[in-house]
T-cell receptor, first 111, second 112 residues
């Protein structure tokens, strides 16, 4: 049972570099989400996709972009990383009910 | 706007103790409410949910009742185990597209 697969598990990145976090699901869920987790702030929504071909901005979208070319994949790109983007990133998928399935996270450190 | 407030942690308990984690929310109407759990080094997983007022969600010995009068959804477990050590997140359903508003999370540490 795969569910949601995220890669890389962790990454150290120099400020200004471009980085793409990968996310793949095998549950055929229509909706996919990217959250970042920061201590004391819980999870905050970065971007979401209600269905393949569409995307939308969440609470904290600045500095991030996403694409949804097909149902299974939902990559998150940092065009030019900054230290404030140091965080743990979680990809999730679901069927609009709020019952989400999460990946194991990608820990990103921007120096 | 929507918001979820949880009690701050960490909450440290001995095994077999009673656990309560408070959660209150602000929202328009009566959204579905959830508790998610994050075990060390893992992603979040759904623990339980309630979709309307007075509903009780339950799973793995945990319970939470949707109280619209007090806009609360407190999580309880009668006898915790070391394996319940985790971070617990309260959340509400923001819209019909499945987006969730999470609280800050409460770390629970259970000692033998």
């Amino acid at each position: 049972i795969a569910g949601i697969t995220q890669a890389p598990t962790s990454q150290i990145l120099a400020a200004g570099r471009r980085m793409t976090l990968r996310c793949t699901q095998d549950m055929r869920h229509n909706a996919m989400y990217w959250y970042r987790q920061d201590l004391g702030l819980g999870l905050r929504l970065i971007h979401y996709s209600n269905t393949a071909g569409t995307t939308g901005k969440g609470e904290v979208p600045d500095g991030y972009s996403v694409s949804r070319a097909n149902t299974d994949d939902f990559p998150l790109t940092l065009a030019s990383a900054v230290p404030s983007q140091t965080s743990v990133y979680f990809c999730a998928s679901g069927s609009y009910t709020g019952e989400l399935f999460f990946g194991e996270g990608s820990r990103l450190t921007v120096l | 706007g929507n918001s979820v407030t949880q009690m701050e942690g960490p909450v440290t308990l001995s095994e077999e103790a009673f656990l309560t984690i408070n959660c209150t929310y602000t929202a328009t109407g009566y959204p579905s409410l959830f508790w998610y759990v994050q075990y060390p080094g893992e992603g979040l997983q759904l623990l339980l949910k309630a979709t309307k007022a007075d509903d009780k969600g339950s799973n793995k010995g945990f319970e939470a009742t949707y109280r619209k009068e007090t806009t609360s959804f407190h999580l309880e477990k009668g006898s915790v185990q070391v394996s319940d050590s985790a971070v617990y997140f309260c959340a509400l359903l923001k819209d019909s597209w499945g987006k969730l508003q999470f609280g800050a999370g409460t770390q629970v540490v259970v000692t033998p």
